[in-house]
């Protein structure tokens, strides 16, 4: 039987799409309400929409030259004052709309009279109800404790408000969104290659000791496939930026291990450097999810094939969440009922 955690994977492409029919005009001009003004953004979250965030936030940095800062909610809340301007904008991103920890941090900030957003699944909930700019990622009711579409639509709703701020600069952002507009039909050819996936998650459900690597927007990416492998696996996964693994948290592969390696056209040559003196000195089993038809590095290659960091970060999400799927599968656990997990974390 076809988990709900699958079917909701299986939707993502559809759900992008809703999105750029909901929110992006044939002319280009994205509905999305923002403030007048905003010159630094603080982005807090938790758990998956934490991920989001830490993919989020670099791309504000990047392509709107803003300063943009990440944090966990409940670390958030405990840090007792925090770096506001007139224009900030503080966005807490949630798929439920009620996590408290999410929840207190916003709460906590609308008392000294931020500007804050909400970027929510769920309208009319307490931080869609308390926030100043509110935006449905409208991923359709999640159902699976494990998120994953939720999450894309997160994602999709963060680059569009990114580009939005691009485009408030002058800039041209036709090519991005025609970028985007080739996203739902990329992931399907990704869904297409399930097979290849399916024996990835075959081969690494055989280890206890699983290292997920990526640089840069990917290393957030690698850590949601480390979540997502923790919730329906019960494994104890690690996720580490390829660069910083080499500093001591290599030693790991010192015991029966496989490394998970995401490798992107940006950073393609650093990665490849690291994992070629990775499997020189420890030798583990490898998996490539690479945007790179050359990289043949792996003892199996996932091809996630495009040119475009926008695509390719939905793409490697994507992979990681239906390995974990699967994975579960193969671990005979359920990955809709996950024990001891509930969808929304309160108090
Ligand atoms: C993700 O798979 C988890 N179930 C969990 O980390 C979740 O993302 C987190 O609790 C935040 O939930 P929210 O997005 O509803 O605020």
């Known amino acids: 039987?076809?988990?709900?955690?699958?079917?909701?994977?299986?939707?993502?492409?559809?759900?992008?799409?809703?999105?750029?029919?909901?929110?992006?005009?044939?002319?280009?001009?994205?509905?999305?309400?923002?403030?007048?003004?905003i010159d630094n953004i603080v982005i807090v979250a938790s758990g998956s929409s934490y991920n989001c965030a830490a993919i989020a936030a670099p791309l504000f940095v990047e392509y709107v030259q803003i300063p943009c800062e990440y944090e966990y909610s409940s670390e958030f809340v405990l840090q007792k004052k925090h770096f506001i301007t007139d224009d900030s904008l503080y966005i807490f991103v949630s798929q439920s709309g009620e996590t408290s920890d999410?929840?207190?941090a916003l709460k906590m900030i609308k008392e000294q009279g931020v500007k804050t957003m909400c970027i929510t699944n769920a309208k009319d909930s307490a931080m869609w109800n308390l926030c100043d700019y509110k935006i449905l990622s409208d991923a359709g009711e999640e159902k699976s404790i494990a998120s994953t579409k939720a999450l894309t639509a997160q994602i999709f709703c963060s680059i569009l408000v990114m580009l939005k701020l691009v485009a408030k600069k002058g800039e041209d952002i036709s090519g991005y969104l025609n970028t985007m507009r080739r996203l739902p039909a990329y992931l399907e050819r990704i869904k297409i290659d399930e097979k290849k996936i399916e024996e990835a998650a075959a081969l690494t459900a055989e280890?206890?000791?699983?290292?997920?690597?990526?640089?840069?927007?990917?290393?957030?990416?690698a850590k949601e496939?480390?979540?997502?492998?923790?919730?329906?696996?019960?494994?104890?996964?690690?996720?580490?930026?390829?660069?910083?693994?080499?500093?001591?948290?290599?030693?790991?592969?010192?015991q029966k291990s496989i490394v998970i390696a995401i490798i992107d056209e940006e950073n393609a040559k650093f990665a490849i450097r690291n994992l070629k003196k990775i499997k020189d000195e420890y030798n583990p089993k490898v998996i490539c999810i690479t945007s790179v038809q050359e990289v043949k590095s792996g003892d199996i290659n996932i091809y996630i094939k495009t040119k475009r960091k926008m695509k390719a970060?939905?793409?490697?999400?994507?992979?990681?969440?239906?390995?974990?799927?699967?994975?579960?599968?193969?671990?005979?656990?359920?990955?809709?009922?996950?024990?001891?997990?509930?969808?929304v974390v309160k108090d």
């Open 313 to 343: 970060i939905f793409g490697a999400l994507l992979t990681l969440q239906l390995m974990a799927c699967n994975m579960a599968d193969i671990l005979d656990k359920n990955p809709d009922s996950p024990k001891g997990l509930h969808k």
């Open 102 to 104: 999410t929840l207190n």
């Open 1 to 37: 039987m076809t988990s709900i955690m699958k079917k909701e994977i299986f939707e993502e492409p559809g759900v992008v799409k809703h999105l750029l029919d909901k929110y992006v005009t044939g002319e280009n001009i994205i509905n999305i309400e923002l403030p007048e003004k």
């Open 207 to 221: 280890f206890n000791n699983i290292s997920i690597l990526g640089n840069k927007n990917y290393y957030p990416i």
């Open 225 to 254: 496939g480390a979540l997502k492998m923790k919730e329906t696996c019960y494994l104890n996964v690690m996720a580490y930026p390829f660069g910083e693994f080499m500093h001591g948290h290599v030693a790991v592969l010192n």
